[in-house]
């Protein structure tokens, strides 16, 4: 146990009422970054590359009637092989340069077109290749105060074919004056690149649409607007779309961020109606270290939010009953075992009735700069004992609890599941008596011996929360892409942001159950659990949750 002086105590109180304040809910509209580089377009382009035979209809398709100034094609068929198509996605300025590179091939051997130039031939042309690109661009679309959604636009297709006459296959019955005719067949490739072009064209943009339902849904699997309820409150979240920025760098999905609870009554005289905010930039694309493609960076203004929201929302304050701390009796005799000769000449021989209530005097605040990828500090975590004192209830002691809950993130790549280590070390409490004790002198017996009571209060319940399925949380994979390396440190010009840098690549935890399993929805889209969306939330009450037994009012 470390005591915690009171003038640090009154320090920590003046430098809270200094700092710039978020009024309660307001939402951060900058908060969350996903960051893609452009080697990270190489894994994503990969991906794209196994959903093309899906969405290029396999039947080939037959042209007739296709007119050229020396004659006409009959029973052209057009074969358009998917397996064949690469797909390399370069970021740009305001969009991405999408090109598919593949080969064509028209009619076959066994089954020639008919090509009328005075005289009639049987052909075909052999595969050759074929160029696609399209700008995609993909934005945020605003519907309302509360309501965005991501929309793909694609501009500027351009398709380039390399066909030369020695691709050109044809025969003809008609003699000598007809085979002197076929050597000008070189004449009609323009021709056939116009006719293939605009056939192409709308198959690149039906390409496109099959992609954009994909990466929106994807996108916006990670939007939340609704209530979560926790412990006899209320927690709103809210993650919106903000804004995407594509530069030669990569790209970033940007979200705003609000969470917010009801004012519960046990804080109102505490509340300092605001979250902590350290407005800070966040850290550009090109600070992803070069051993990730991506990575996920989210403000310290997010924790700090969640931890005022919990604050506000009352949870943090509650009533000790007797089943929590068996080995303590919980009524005026515990001061005197606490106390000494002074509680006892106070209170009297017999025990009498006693509650223990906590309350926070003081909001958590989370950091990024620690030993930890997330560290929570607590401090000034009132314990009220409240007893019976001549013949009425009064409070007997009064102490205040600072202690530090360390997080960092371990990623399964099997499993797909993002679980959170805790470090905790309840010897390490800070405990300080406040100054009105009622019987002067016995300050350092009672911080002596209430560690005992309140380590006896506080660990098995942290020892479920180190156990519990509910830190750990699933990871969304799109179409078999997934991440497959994850690791978290600080970021930003002042270390207030973190990165969580990722390795994206082939994953099997999808299909298997891992990254989406359970009761989530849309897995090719990315996971939709309540675990998956509350993960972070969860992390962020762990220094409270199963403390509390009833709530005060």
């Not at 709308?202 to 916006?220: C, K, N, R, Y």
């Amino acid at each position: 146990m470390r005591v915690l002086p009171w003038l640090m105590v009154l320090v920590s109180t003046s430098a809270m009422a200094d700092e710039e304040l978020r009024v309660p809910g307001e939402r951060i509209e900058y908060a969350l970054a996903a960051q893609v580089t452009a080697d990270g377009f190489d894994a994503i382009g990969d991906t794209l590359e196994v959903m093309i035979p899906d969405l290029i209809p396999a039947d080939v398709t037959t042209l007739d009637g296709v007119d050229f100034s020396l004659g006409t094609i009959d029973a052209m068929q057009i074969q358009l092989d998917p397996d064949s198509m690469d797909v390399t996605l370069i970021p740009k300025n305001g969009y991405i340069l999408m090109t598919l590179q593949g080969e064509i091939g028209l009619s076959s051997e066994e089954e020639p077109f008919t090509l009328d130039l005075a005289c009639e031939y049987d052909g075909w042309v052999d595969p050759f290749p074929v160029t696609f690109q399209a700008e995609l661009q993909l934005e945020v679309i605003t519907d309302g105060p509360d309501e965005r959604h991501f929309e793909v636009h694609v501009d500027s297709i351009e398709v380039e074919m390399d066909m030369s006459a020695d691709d050109f296959h044809l025969d003809s019955n008609g003699g000598w004056a007809c085979d002197v005719l076929g050597s000008v067949i070189s004449g009609l490739i323009p021709a056939l690149d116009s006719v293939l072009v605009n056939y192409l064209e709308p198959v690149v943009e039906s390409l496109v649409d099959g992609f954009a339902p994909q990466i929106t849904d994807m996108l916006e699997a990670a939007v939340i607007d609704q209530e979560f309820p926790i412990m006899d409150s209320v927690l709103y979240v809210q993650v919106l779309p903000k804004q995407v920025v594509t530069t030669h760098e990569g790209m970033e999905v940007i979200y705003s961020i609000g969470l917010d609870a009801p004012q519960a009554p046990c804080i109102a005289d505490v509340d300092p109606e605001g979250s902590r905010l350290t407005d800070t930039p966040r850290p550009p694309v090109t600070d992803v270290p070069s051993s990730f493609t991506a990575a996920a960076v989210v403000a310290d203004d997010v924790v700090n939010q969640a931890m005022y929201a919990l604050f506000r929302s009352g949870v943090m304050c509650f009533v000790v009953e007797e089943d929590m701390v068996p080995q303590f009796p919980i009524d005026t005799s515990l001061l005197k075992l606490l106390g000494g000769d002074g509680y006892k000449a106070l209170l009297g021989s017999e025990g009498r009735p006693m509650v223990i209530r906590t309350k926070p005097r003081e909001v958590p605040v989370g950091r990024f700069d620690g030993p930890h990828a997330v560290d929570l500090s607590v401090r000034r975590l009132g314990i009220d004992f409240i007893g019976e004192l001549d013949h009425r209830m009064a409070r007997l002691l009064a102490l205040e609890v600072g202690l530090d809950v360390g997080a960092d993130l371990a990623f399964d790549d099997v499993t797909g599941e993002v679980g959170l280590e805790l470090d905790l070390d309840l010897d390490q409490l800070d405990i300080a008596v406040v100054p009105d004790v009622l019987v002067a002198g016995s300050e350092a017996q009672v911080e002596q011996g209430v560690s005992g009571l309140v380590t006896g209060v506080l660990e098995p319940m942290i020892g479920d929360l180190l156990g519990a399925d509910t830190l750990a949380f699933g990871m969304p994979a799109f179409e078999g892409l997934g991440i497959t390396e994850l690791e978290a440190e600080e970021a930003g010009e002042q270390g207030d942001w973190l990165m969580a840098g990722l390795d994206l690549g082939p994953v099997s935890y999808a299909s298997e159950g891992g990254g989406c399993g359970g009761d989530s929805t849309g897995c090719s889209g990315g996971c939709t659990t309540g675990a998956s969306q509350l993960g972070w939330w969860l992390f962020a009450a762990l220094p409270f949750v199963g403390w509390r037994r009833r709530r005060l009012s």
